[in-house]
């Protein structure tokens, strides 16, 4: 039923920094990787060698130019995925129950046997999360990697999503965001995360950690004291400290 | 309908076999996971145990499925049928291949066995693929490395035996703050982004320094936009404030650099002027500053007295430290100085000192960690100074790179912060000064093998490859006066060389592993005439072309004869301590690559042909006393070879059992040991010996126990550099060995032996007023240069590179979004697409690198936008510098060592209205191998 | 959003397919016999005609039969269930009317409802979407219900209902328009908030995810000039409301000049639909610079 879940017992999700994130697409390939052999019908690519090739992904990554009012343009690389959301949209307006989001952990997936491809639940989601394969007609989102996240058939330590386990620079966080002891949630606390377009009021469970404020070192930074200005001084400085050490 | 849901905890069958070996998506070698289910590869991950990347897969690593089974991998040996660049090509057998080869080989060997140029791309088999060239005999081999990044290399072994690059990394776990210069990606991928997270996750920050504010300089924590090709002034105007505010570390100083070395200064006319003063069995001297007597610098128990001038037989003496302190606090390097050139702020630049030394001096860590120096003494803890840099190409490929990197070098010296806890550690068989290792060789006998190794380290004008008319060895001209340490070779300039016959004419030209005719080569349009060029005859000016690649690229088009190499999961392969290994700072590593899957085509691993070839050739060391040929393979190579006794290619599971590690005979089960293993090995560096390695006793013994040398070789850091001193000296007219008049000017100015920093040539000749913009390209983190386009997955993310102009520029000529630019270099032009960028240098524009493609390479179907909207910068980049009027054109290459200046580049831009097509739009090539299916959807066969 | 020929021609089909459908439950005009016969057709045939086209946007069309099980939640399934049950609550009354001489009027009320509810369910579909804030407004259902009723009355005959309903559509839509020009900003989504950077300053795409195109770029950033959209505007209320307006004002009437009229009206019908998509900018775009 797309009904949404009164409340999940977990809200498992993903909290990208992007402050550490270089923008270097491991977590878009890798995601295209697992989940093309993985759950659901694979993930196609058409005219692949040719003039316009396009094929579903699941996570991309966007790169931005932010203009502050006073200072240096800075870059910021923006993975985005399913951000899992507690009030999704994209569940409820699903004719045919193919979407729905489980009470269990809060994953918002697609029962890709009930879906007829008709894309309203990616009109509703206002992150682009959804997209619907071309050539299989049925509708694919991030899965937060539920068949890798339970799956006893890989090592424990394996058991988070593949991009977070690809992520070169550990840019990409996974945990229960709904647990406020747990890592995501003080992470989230401690560098004051953010929802994507809160004004949606899809209550996302992933977050987002803001860059850090950035180019300060001219506030920041005391004057170097000086020894000397020119050779001599130098040399003066240079026997006293080869004296003292 | 809840029963066609997946279950609440999904546990499905990942694959049926993990096979393990390592990753060839690019040249940093990450240890891989392959699953495989029903024969064929499902899903690859990073391997958790690898020394390298602990793991993490970048991008490319993900997409290796998809070059694995790209529909541009060769299929046979295959020899040109239509005109040269054609692309039309016929299947034959690896025998008619062998034939043909030999056919051309074996004649030149016996008669002059120059005419074989012999070059190879970013293989890592260099120490393989020189092995034969050495036996074949001709002075012509290199690799890629002066195209890419030698003046890195060059000045991290003559300043402090060892580099950045893939030789050396920040301390990044104990690090506080790291200086980034100049770098897209690196070698290193995986570990710098690894790195960075974690210096980031622990409190630490970043300074970047490059024009572009992407990749790293994105997430860093302070950008600095400096004005490319002015980082040598950024860098001295840096020690100029750390020197005025005695922020340097004397102590280290003194003990492990040559800053107390005495240096000859009342006489400039002297032959011994700038040189050292050195005792009777020619060991550098100091003043001992307890007794104020002169001794030999390695002494224990000597400390040199830095500020002493020593007067000896009417001659002045100064320690080298105090002519740096002279030379670079001069006021031409305050910041106020040097700010408008750098296009940075003079505030900025002391803030940046200012921040380097607080981090370094004021947030000292140490740990308690007692260790023995080479000359005995004990300490009890080591010091660690917590600023630490790391650099690449955006330094290294100017024509001033080569003392660009010795100043950064000096700077991390000065600052005490290489070796120790928090700053820079080199990676296995680093550290290693220049002096150990070897001298080029350059003499060619007929018949005969080659002296000693192609490359080496030349100490000064008596190492130089001339022969007596002066004239090159070589044909890149490698270790002559126009590069005199040329350490890498020249392959940018080979291919024209060549075509010219200048130094001679050669006749074939053997490649391997670089698109020479496309993105690895200067000046494109130019150099694919080259190769197709005639004589008189008809015949063409470069007779044969052998290639091997194992894709329909580019220059497969312009071979006569193609050896189809594997992919990388196809084949052996070892990534040895003897060549670039995959060590890290505290452990030595090798590793392998094993045919996880069987070839489907008629290909075979190049090493495996070369061995074949040498066989067929009859080449010391391929063939046994009976003639018959001795390794079957290069798995048969890995295992058996041993280079000097007991060390071979690979150092782990030596020895008949198996037990020994470094040096030991060979094992015939050492490749299935490795496999067992996650296809690598690994040996940890004893904790008293993981830092101050060039000078730590327990170091020095480990690395002589592990076979990295025969006998422990502690030195010290070069601050200043003697042997450039004796090229200049040579320039003013001394010594026997003298250069060529014209050259004599320029090795005088640029061959300092303290870096100065002097303009980038293209600067200095073109009119700037007329070309007033810096083109610049860099690394896609997704793309490895040109192989990443025939990856189904890697071309969607991107297939059309556009050229970034800075705001100003944008605004000045009206650009709108969707326009195109003409770029034009003295040179060439060139019409693009272009954006808007503001986190960009003023002056500089810039574009990714490779992503341009020629029509019908690749196998990608018509219409591909990497042909029709693609660019490549390099139709831009002469390999020549523009002429001077005095006929003369010297190579678009650093002085000193040969390094190709790619980014030297000065172009002037025209708006051009939309929809256009990217020009030079070159001619279409046949596929040898057709076009690629339609549609992908990989994971449909499980 | 992509205005793709299927739904246009599905939205616009139904809703004047029930639009007539419930003028004929409400007696109006109050036909039986041949003439019912014909004109229950014309409904029949732009209701089912607009329903098929719904299934060629369908990627998976053979699971369409499931879409009628959300109906607690889903306004997609809402409408296809009423969509179904309006034509079958309509199809025994029209058989009174065909083939009897005549059917309960309370039937007649029901049919009329259902036909109406499910335009609005039509309406809602596009009304729930916070996505696309040209859309997500209560003028969407009177919109849709106004093209239906006005275009049913124009196909029932009903000259003077249709020039109310049409004066009135034409204010509805020129509502519409004003209104959903605003409506973007007023939602305040930009690529501000969309990335969470507005704190640092404004945000401007440097780099898309990829080169060429996606699914998202080609079904939700359709971007249409606004010279362009100016023109359609023009064109299609004039067909859709001014020229159907003057042709019942100001020509005798009768058949032909009716037929006319609703040639007209459905030429304005597609244009505006064309335009009630292209126009609206789904806020995904934004992260593509859009
Ligand atoms: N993904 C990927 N990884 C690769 C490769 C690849 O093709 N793809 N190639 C491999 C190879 S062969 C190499 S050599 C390495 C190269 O590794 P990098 O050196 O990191 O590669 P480049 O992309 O050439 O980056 C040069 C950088 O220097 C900057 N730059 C240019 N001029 C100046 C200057 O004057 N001053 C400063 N401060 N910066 C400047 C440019 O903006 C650019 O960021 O990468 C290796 N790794
Ligand atoms: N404008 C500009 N040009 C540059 C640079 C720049 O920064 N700017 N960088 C320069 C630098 S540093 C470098 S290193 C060069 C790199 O340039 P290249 O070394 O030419 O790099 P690739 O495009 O990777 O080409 C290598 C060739 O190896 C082939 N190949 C791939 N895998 C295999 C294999 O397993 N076996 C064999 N036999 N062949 C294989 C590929 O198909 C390709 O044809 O580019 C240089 N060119
Ligand atoms: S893998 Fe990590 S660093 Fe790379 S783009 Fe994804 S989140 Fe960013
Ligand atoms: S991000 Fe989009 S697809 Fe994911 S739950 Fe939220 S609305 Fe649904
Ligand atoms: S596309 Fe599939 S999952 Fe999405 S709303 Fe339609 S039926 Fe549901
Ligand atoms: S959690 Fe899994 S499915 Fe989702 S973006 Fe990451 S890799 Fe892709
Ligand atoms: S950095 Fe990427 S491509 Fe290079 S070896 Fe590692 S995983 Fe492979
Ligand atoms: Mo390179």
């Given at each position: 039923?797309?009904?949404?879940?009164?409340?999940?017992?977990?809200?498992?999700?993903?909290?990208?920094?992007?402050?550490?994130?270089?923008?270097?697409?491991?977590?878009?390939?890798?995601?295209?990787?697992?989940?093309?052999?993985?759950?659901?019908?694979?993930?196609?690519?058409?005219?692949?060698?040719?003039?316009?090739?396009?094929?579903?992904?699941?996570?991309?990554?966007?790169?931005?130019?932010?203009?502050?009012?006073?200072?240096?343009?800075?870059?910021?690389?923006?993975?985005?995925?399913?951000?899992?959301?507690?009030?999704?949209?994209?569940?409820?307006?699903?004719?045919?129950?193919?979407?729905?989001?489980?009470?269990?952990?809060?994953?918002?997936?697609?029962?890709?046997?009930?879906?007829?491809?008709?894309?309203?639940?990616?009109?509703?989601?206002?992150?682009?999360?959804?997209?619907?394969?071309?050539?299989?007609?049925?509708?694919?989102?991030?899965?937060?990697?539920?068949?890798?996240?339970?799956?006893?058939?890989?090592?424990?330590?394996?058991?988070?999503?593949?991009?977070?386990?690809?992520?070169?620079?550990?840019?990409?966080?996974?945990?229960?965001?709904?647990?406020p002891?747990?890592?995501?949630?003080?992470?989230?606390?401690?560098?004051?995360?953010?929802?994507?377009?809160?004004?949606?009021?899809?209550?996302?469970?992933?977050k987002?950690?803001?860059?850090?404020?950035?180019?300060?070192?001219?506030?920041?930074?005391?004057?170097?004291?000086?020894?000397?200005?020119?050779?001599k001084?130098?040399?003066?400085?240079?026997?006293?400290?080869?004296?003292?050490? | 309908?809840?029963?066609?849901?997946?279950?609440?905890?999904?546990?499905?069958?990942?694959?049926?076999?993990?096979?393990?070996?390592?990753?060839?998506?690019?040249?940093?070698?990450?240890?891989?996971?392959?699953?495989?289910?029903?024969?064929?590869?499902?899903?690859?991950?990073?391997?958790?145990?690898?020394?390298?990347?602990?793991?993490?897969?970048?991008?490319?690593?993900?997409?290796?499925?998809?070059?694995?089974?790209?529909?541009?991998?060769?299929?046979?040996?295959?020899?040109?049928?239509?005109?040269?660049?054609?692309?039309?090509?016929?299947?034959?057998?690896?025998?008619?291949?062998?034939?043909?080869?030999?056919?051309?080989?074996?004649?030149?060997?016996?008669?002059?066995?120059?005419?074989?140029?012999?070059?190879?791309?970013?293989?890592?088999?260099?120490?393989?693929?020189?092995?034969?060239?050495?036996?074949?005999?001709?002075?012509?081999?290199?690799?890629?490395?002066?195209?890419?990044?030698?003046?890195?290399?060059?000045?991290?072994?003559?300043?402090?035996?060892?580099?950045?690059?893939?030789?050396?990394?920040?301390?990044?776990?104990?690090?506080?703050?790291?200086?980034?210069?100049?770098?897209?990606?690196?070698?290193?991928?995986?570990p710098?982004?690894?790195?960075?997270?974690?210096?980031?996750?622990?409190g630490?920050?970043?300074?970047?320094?490059?024009?572009?504010?992407?990749?790293?300089?994105?997430?860093?924590?302070?950008?600095?936009?400096?004005?490319?090709?002015?980082?040598?002034?950024?860098?001295?105007?840096?020690?100029?404030?750390?020197?005025?505010?005695?922020?340097?570390?004397?102590?280290?100083?003194?003990?492990?650099?040559?800053?107390?070395?005495?240096?000859?200064?009342?006489?400039?006319?002297?032959?011994?002027?700038?040189?050292?003063?050195?005792?009777?069995?020619?060991?550098?001297?100091?003043?001992?500053?307890?007794?104020?007597?002169?001794?030999v610098?390695?002494?224990?128990?000597?400390?040199?007295d830095?500020?002493?001038?020593?007067?000896?037989?009417?001659?002045?003496?100064?320690?080298?430290?105090?002519?740096?302190?002279?030379?670079?606090?001069?006021?031409?390097?305050?910041?106020?100085?040097?700010?408008?050139?750098?296009?940075?702020?003079?505030?900025?630049?002391?803030?940046?000192?200012?921040?380097?030394?607080?981090?370094?001096?004021?947030?000292?860590?140490?740990?308690?960690?007692?260790?023995?120096?080479?000359?005995?003494?004990?300490?009890?803890?080591?010091?660690?100074?917590?600023?630490?840099?790391?650099?690449?190409r955006?330094?290294?490929?100017?024509?001033?790179?080569?003392?660009?990197?010795?100043?950064l070098?000096?700077?991390?010296?000065?600052?005490?912060?290489?070796?120790?806890?928090?700053?820079?550690?080199?990676?296995?068989?680093?550290?290693?000064?220049?002096?150990?290792?070897?001298?080029?060789?350059?003499?060619?006998?007929?018949?005969?093998?080659?002296?000693?190794?192609?490359?080496?380290?030349?100490?000064?004008?008596?190492?130089?490859?001339?022969?007596?008319?002066?004239?090159?060895?070589?044909?890149?001209?490698?270790?002559?006066?126009?590069?005199?340490?040329?350490?890498?070779?020249?392959?940018?300039m080979?291919?024209?060389?060549?075509?010219?016959?200048?130094?001679?004419?050669?006749?074939?030209?053997?490649?391997?592993m670089?698109?020479?005719?496309?993105?690895?080569?200067?000046?494109?349009?130019?150099?694919?005439?080259?190769l197709?060029?005639?004589?008189?005859?008809?015949?063409?000016?470069?007779?044969?072309?052998?290639?091997?690649?194992?894709?329909?690229?580019?220059?497969?088009?312009?071979?006569?004869?193609?050896?189809?190499?594997?992919?990388?999961?196809?084949?052996?392969?070892?990534?040895?301590?003897?060549?670039?290994?995959?060590?890290?700072?505290?452990?030595?590593?090798?590793?392998?690559?094993?045919?996880?899957?069987?070839?489907d085509?008629?290909?075979?691993?190049?090493?495996?042909?070369?061995?074949?070839?040498?066989?067929?050739?009859?080449?010391?060391?391929?063939?046994?006393?009976?003639?018959?040929?001795?390794?079957?393979?290069?798995?048969?190579?890995?295992?058996?070879?041993?280079?000097?006794?007991?060390?071979?290619?690979?150092?782990?599971?030596?020895?008949?059992?198996?037990?020994?590690?470094?040096r030991?005979?060979?094992?015939?089960?050492?490749?299935?040991?490795?496999?067992?293993?996650?296809?690598?090995?690994?040996?940890?560096?004893?904790?008293?010996?993981?830092?101050?390695?060039?000078?730590?006793?327990?170091?020095?013994?480990?690395?002589?126990?592990?076979?990295?040398?025969?006998?422990?070789?502690?030195?010290?850091?070069?601050?200043?550099?003697?042997?450039?001193?004796?090229?200049?000296?040579?320039?003013?007219?001394?010594?026997?060995?003298?250069?060529?008049?014209?050259?004599?000017?320029?090795?005088?100015?640029?061959?300092?032996?303290?870096?100065?920093?002097?303009?980038?040539?293209?600067?200095?000749?073109?009119d700037?007023?007329?070309?007033?913009?810096?083109?610049?390209?860099q690394?896609?983190?997704?793309?490895?240069?040109?192989?990443?386009?025939?990856?189904?997955?890697?071309?969607?993310?991107?297939?059309?590179?556009?050229?970034?102009?800075?705001?100003?520029?944008?605004?000045?000529?009206?650009?709108?979004?969707?326009?195109?630019?003409?770029?034009?270099?003295?040179?060439?032009?060139?019409?693009?697409?272009?954006?808007?960028?503001?986190?960009?240098?003023?002056?500089?524009?810039?574009?990714?690198?490779?992503?341009?493609?020629?029509?019908?390479?690749?196998?990608?179907?018509?219409?591909?936008?990497?042909?029709e909207r693609?660019?490549?910068?390099?139709?831009?980049?002469?390999?020549?510098?523009?002429?001077?009027?005095?006929?003369?054109?010297?190579?678009?290459?650093?002085?000193?060592?040969?390094?190709?200046a790619w980014?030297?580049?000065?172009?002037?831009?025209?708006?051009?209205?939309?929809?256009q097509?990217?020009?030079?739009?070159?001619?279409?090539?046949?596929?040898?191998?057709?076009?690629?299916?339609?549609?992908?959807?990989?994971?449909?066969?499980? | 959003?992509?205005?793709?020929?299927?739904?246009?021609?599905?939205?616009?089909?139904?809703?004047?397919?029930?639009?007539?459908?419930?003028?004929?439950?409400?007696?109006?005009?109050?036909?039986?016999?041949?003439?019912?016969?014909?004109?229950?057709?014309?409904?029949?045939?732009?209701?089912?005609?607009?329903?098929?086209?719904?299934?060629?946007?369908?990627?998976?069309?053979?699971?369409?039969?499931k879409?009628?099980?959300?109906?607690?939640?889903?306004?997609?399934?809402?409408?296809?269930?009423?969509?179904?049950?309006?034509?079958?609550?309509?199809?025994?009354?029209?058989?009174?009317?065909?083939?009897l001489?005549?059917a309960?009027a309370?039937?007649?009320?029901?049919?009329?409802?259902?036909?109406?509810?499910?335009?609005?369910?039509?309406?809602?579909?596009?009304?729930?979407?916070?996505?696309?804030?040209?859309?997500?407004?209560?003028?969407?259902p009177?919109?849709?219900?106004g093209?239906?009723?006005?275009?049913?009355?124009?196909?029932?005959?009903?000259?003077?209902?249709?020039?109310?309903?049409?004066?009135?559509?034409?204010?509805?839509?020129?509502?519409?328009?004003?209104?959903?020009?605003?409506?973007?900003?007023?939602?305040?989504?930009?690529?501000?908030?969309?990335?969470?950077?507005?704190a640092?300053?404004?945000?401007?795409?440097?780099?898309?995810?990829?080169?060429?195109?996606?699914?998202l770029?080609?079904?939700?950033a359709?971007?249409?000039?606004?010279?362009?959209?100016v023109?359609?505007?023009?064109?299609?209320?004039?067909?859709?409301?001014?020229?159907?307006?003057?042709?019942?004002?100001?020509?005798?009437?009768?058949?032909?000049w009716?037929?006319?009229?609703?040639?007209?009206?459905?030429?304005?019908?597609?244009?505006t639909?064309?335009?009630?998509?292209?126009?609206?900018?789904?806020?995904?775009?934004?992260?593509?610079?859009?």
């Amino acid at each position: 039923m797309t009904a949404l879940p009164q409340s999940c017992e977990k809200k498992l999700g993903l909290v990208i920094d992007l402050d550490t994130c270089v923008g270097c697409h491991a977590c878009v390939v890798n995601c295209k990787e697992w989940n093309t052999s993985n759950y659901g019908a694979p993930l196609s690519d058409t005219d692949a060698y040719g003039a316009d090739p396009s094929g579903t992904f699941l996570n991309r990554v966007h790169t931005y130019e932010v203009t502050p009012d006073v200072g240096v343009p800075q870059i910021v690389h923006f993975p985005k995925s399913c951000l899992h959301c507690d009030d999704a949209p994209c569940v409820t307006v699903c004719p045919t129950g193919a979407s729905f989001k489980r009470s269990e952990d809060g994953i918002v997936l697609v029962n890709e046997d009930d879906c007829m491809g008709c894309g309203l639940c990616a009109w509703a989601c206002p992150y682009g999360a959804r997209e619907l394969d071309a050539l299989a007609g049925v509708m694919k989102k991030c899965t937060l990697c539920v068949d890798r996240i339970y799956n006893e058939n890989l090592p424990e330590e394996d058991r988070i999503p593949a991009c977070v386990r690809t992520c070169p620079s550990g840019a990409r966080h996974f945990g229960d965001l709904g647990d406020p002891d747990s890592d995501v949630s003080k992470l989230v606390a401690d560098r004051s995360g953010v929802d994507l377009m809160p004004e949606m009021q899809t209550k996302p469970v992933n977050k987002y950690l803001p860059p850090r404020p950035k180019d300060t070192l001219l506030q920041d930074s005391a004057a170097l004291e000086l020894v000397a200005t020119e050779p001599k001084g130098f040399l003066a400085w240079l026997d006293k400290a080869l004296g003292a050490l | 309908m809840a029963d066609t849901r997946i279950g609440a905890r999904p546990s499905p069958k990942v694959s049926d076999e993990i096979r393990q070996t390592t990753c060839y998506m690019c040249a940093c070698r990450c240890g891989i996971n392959v699953h495989m289910q029903d024969g064929k590869v499902k899903y690859i991950e990073g391997n958790r145990d690898h020394p390298v990347n602990k793991g993490v897969l970048c991008a490319k690593g993900s997409a290796g499925i998809m070059q694995h089974y790209s529909p541009a991998r060769l299929k046979a040996p295959m020899k040109r049928v239509g005109p040269r660049g054609s692309g039309e090509f016929e299947d034959i057998s690896w025998d008619e291949a062998y034939d043909i080869a030999v056919g051309w080989l074996k004649p030149i060997r016996e008669t002059d066995p120059k005419r074989l140029a012999f070059f190879t791309g970013r293989d890592q088999s260099q120490s393989f693929t020189s092995f034969w060239a050495q036996a074949y005999g001709t002075p012509n081999y290199a690799a890629h490395g002066g195209f890419c990044s030698v003046n890195m290399a060059a000045a991290g072994i003559y300043t402090m035996g060892g580099a950045f690059w893939e030789f050396g990394q920040p301390d990044w776990d104990r690090a506080r703050l790291v200086m980034i210069f100049g770098v897209a990606e690196d070698h290193d991928s995986n570990p710098i982004k690894a790195g960075i997270g974690r210096l980031k996750a622990n409190g630490g920050k970043v300074i970047g320094v490059n024009p572009i504010r992407s990749g790293y300089n994105a997430v860093a924590d302070e950008w600095i936009g400096i004005t490319p090709g002015t980082d040598g002034l950024f860098i001295l105007s840096l020690i100029h404030e750390l020197l005025k505010a005695g922020k340097i570390d004397l102590d280290y100083l003194g003990r492990y650099t040559n800053a107390g070395f005495l240096i000859r200064t009342d006489d400039p006319a002297t032959a011994d002027h700038g040189m050292f003063l050195r005792d009777d069995a020619g060991k550098p001297q100091v003043v001992d500053r307890a007794t104020g007597a002169l001794a030999v610098y390695d002494t224990p128990g000597v400390r040199p007295d830095l500020a002493a001038d020593l007067q000896q037989d009417g001659k002045t003496y100064k320690p080298a430290l105090q002519l740096l302190a002279e030379a670079y606090l001069d006021p031409q390097y305050a910041p106020e100085a040097v700010a408008n050139r750098c296009g940075i702020s003079a505030d900025r630049i002391r803030a940046v000192a200012a921040e380097l030394a607080r981090v370094a001096f004021e947030e000292e860590i140490t740990l308690d960690q007692p260790w023995t120096d080479w000359k005995g003494e004990r300490h009890e803890t080591m010091i660690g100074r917590p600023v630490t840099f790391h650099a690449m190409r955006g330094i290294s490929a100017h024509s001033n790179g080569f003392q660009t990197c010795r100043a950064l070098h000096i700077l991390q010296i000065l600052l005490g912060s290489v070796e120790v806890p928090g700053g820079f550690r080199f990676k296995p068989p680093y550290p290693k000064p220049p002096e150990a290792h070897p001298k080029p060789n350059a003499v060619g006998v007929p018949g005969q093998p080659l002296a000693g190794p192609h490359l080496g380290f030349p100490m000064g004008p008596e190492d130089l490859q001339l022969c007596e008319d002066g004239t090159p060895l070589r044909i890149d001209k490698a270790f002559t006066w126009e590069n005199p340490f040329s350490v890498h070779g020249l392959m940018h300039m080979v291919i024209s060389n060549a075509h010219a016959g200048d130094p001679y004419k050669i006749d074939t030209l053997f490649m391997y592993m670089a698109n020479m005719a496309w993105n690895s080569t200067m000046n494109t349009s130019e150099v694919m005439k080259m190769l197709t060029d005639t004589d008189e005859n008809g015949d063409y000016v470069i007779p044969h072309i052998i290639y091997s690649d194992a894709y329909s690229s580019e220059t497969v088009a312009f071979a006569d004869l193609i050896l189809p190499d594997t992919t990388y999961l196809e084949r052996h392969d070892c990534i040895s301590l003897l060549d670039r290994p995959i060590c890290e700072a505290e452990a030595a590593a090798d590793a392998i690559r094993w045919p996880v899957v069987a070839p489907d085509r008629d290909v075979k691993g190049f090493q495996s042909a070369l061995i074949d070839l040498g066989a067929r050739l009859g080449l010391p060391g391929f063939v046994n006393e009976d003639g018959s040929q001795t390794y079957a393979d290069y798995a048969d190579y890995i295992v058996n070879h041993q280079r000097r006794p007991g060390v071979g290619p690979l150092a782990g599971w030596r020895g008949v059992d198996g037990t020994d590690e470094g040096r030991g005979d060979a094992n015939p089960d050492q490749l299935q040991r490795y496999i067992d293993n996650g296809g690598f090995w690994s040996s940890h560096i004893p904790a008293e010996a993981q830092y101050y390695k060039p000078w730590n006793k327990s170091y020095q013994d480990w690395a002589v126990k592990i076979g990295l040398f025969d006998k422990a070789m502690p030195y010290v850091f070069n601050l200043y550099l003697e042997p450039m001193r004796k090229l200049q000296r040579a320039a003013e007219g001394h010594g026997s060995c003298q250069p060529p008049d014209h050259l004599r000017a320029r090795i005088q100015a640029t061959c300092t032996p303290l870096p100065a920093w002097y303009e980038p040539f293209e600067d200095g000749i073109v009119d700037r007023d007329e070309y007033p913009i810096h083109a610049l390209t860099q690394r896609p983190m997704h793309m490895y240069h040109s192989w990443g386009s025939q990856n189904a997955w890697l071309r969607q993310i991107t297939n059309v590179n556009r050229l970034y102009i800075p705001g100003k520029v944008w605004d000045e000529q009206g650009f709108e979004d969707g326009d195109w630019a003409e770029v034009t270099s003295i040179h060439a032009s060139i019409t693009v697409p272009v954006a808007r960028m503001d986190a960009l240098n003023p002056d500089t524009v810039w574009t990714w690198n490779a992503i341009g493609k020629r029509r019908g390479a690749w196998a990608l179907g018509d219409g591909a936008p990497e042909a029709e909207r693609g660019f490549l910068l390099n139709h831009l980049i002469h390999e020549l510098q523009p002429p001077k009027g005095d006929g003369r054109r010297w190579a678009n290459s650093d002085p000193i060592t040969g390094q190709a200046a790619w980014f030297d580049l000065r172009v002037k831009i025209r708006r051009l209205p939309p929809e256009q097509v990217s020009q030079p739009a070159h001619e279409a090539q046949v596929s040898p191998v057709g076009t690629g299916p339609e549609n992908v959807s990989y994971g449909e066969g499980f | 959003m992509n205005p793709a020929p299927s739904v246009i021609v599905f939205s616009s089909l139904t809703g004047l397919g029930f639009g007539l459908l419930a003028w004929l439950g409400l007696g109006i005009p109050d036909v039986t016999g041949a003439a019912a016969f014909l004109m229950y057709a014309l409904g029949y045939g732009l209701a089912l005609g607009g329903l098929l086209a719904s299934t060629f946007h369908l990627g998976n069309p053979g699971n369409a039969r499931k879409a009628f099980s959300q109906w607690r939640t889903s306004w997609l399934s809402r409408e296809a269930i009423l969509a179904v049950a309006a034509l079958l609550i309509v199809a025994p009354y029209a058989f009174g009317r065909v083939f009897l001489g005549g059917a309960p009027a309370e039937l007649g009320w029901l049919g009329a409802l259902a036909c109406v509810a499910t335009v609005f369910t039509t309406a809602m579909i596009y009304a729930q979407l916070k996505t696309v804030p040209r859309w997500s407004t209560p003028m969407t259902p009177v919109l849709f219900l106004g093209y239906a009723v006005g275009g049913g009355a124009l196909l029932a005959g009903q000259a003077t209902l249709a020039t109310i309903l049409l004066a009135f559509l034409g204010v509805v839509q020129l509502g519409a328009w004003t209104l959903g020009d605003a409506r973007f900003a007023d939602v305040g989504s930009t690529l501000e908030t969309a990335t969470g950077l507005g704190a640092i300053g404004s945000v401007r795409q440097l780099e898309a995810p990829h080169s060429g195109t996606n699914y998202l770029l080609t079904e939700m950033a359709y971007q249409i000039g606004r010279k362009h959209a100016v023109k359609l505007r023009i064109i299609g209320f004039l067909f859709a409301i001014a020229l159907p307006l003057l042709i019942l004002q100001a020509t005798p009437g009768g058949l032909l000049w009716m037929a006319l009229a609703v040639v007209c009206h459905l030429v304005g019908v597609f244009a505006t639909r064309w335009l009630f998509f292209a126009e609206a900018k789904h806020v995904v775009a934004l992260y593509y610079g859009k």
